[in-house]
């Protein structure tokens, strides 16, 4: 069989699933919200002051990358879920988050002076941080890899890191709610450092469980 018909009979098998993949990666999503929403209220829960610290730019600016990783993370497995699907323009999206982290950092060392550079960068959760995102998004990245098994990625590792990444997102944005390091500085160093652990759970659970 050429490669060409197999991926179009393993896109038909794909569509031909008890229910359409395009929503049940909605459906998914939807469960792994409600995981992850479980897991951070019966642990950490929001900060007591969140809600003056939502009238700030550093505080919101955090969901807004979280919430960023988390749509384009989801638009691109979406995709690579489905044998012969586009993903050129998913993947374009992925420097999004990235782009506003830096452009944030940036603007922070401007207005910041240096000698508290290093504060802030450090905070007074990171440990919490490196513990907490990978727990609240464990549960997601469970449900996001079943998915993929319920497609037929082509690239299962590949597939595997960026539902890692969009488990990240789902559990950062959570966590940013409890979070009292709101610095940029902070959010690009340990929120990046957590969520790559998810992304490499996420690429060896594509390498065992995903493949076909």
Known sequence: MRTEDLIKALDADARDKAMPL????WLAVGVAVAIAAAVFFATIGPRPDIMPAMHTMRFMSKFV??????????ALIRAL???????????????????LVVLAVVLELFV???A?????LVGSNMMICMSFIPLIGIGPLAIFLGMLRYGAPTRPVFA?????????GLAATFYAAHCFDDSPLFVAT?????IAFLTLLGAIGGRLFVRW
């Open 22 to 25: 395009g929503r049940a990666w």
């Open 65 to 74: 990358f979280t919430l960023v990783l988390a749509a384009s993370a989801f």
């Open 81 to 99: 879920s489905m044998p012969g699907a586009s993903t050129r323009r998913a993947m374009a999206w992925m420097v999004a988050a990235p782009a």
């Open 112 to 114: 910041v002076p240096g």
């Open 116 to 120: 508290d550079w290093g504060t802030r």
């Open 160 to 168: 595997g890191a960026v539902a890692g990444l969009l488990a990240g």
């Open 190 to 194: 340990w929120y990046t450092i957590a």
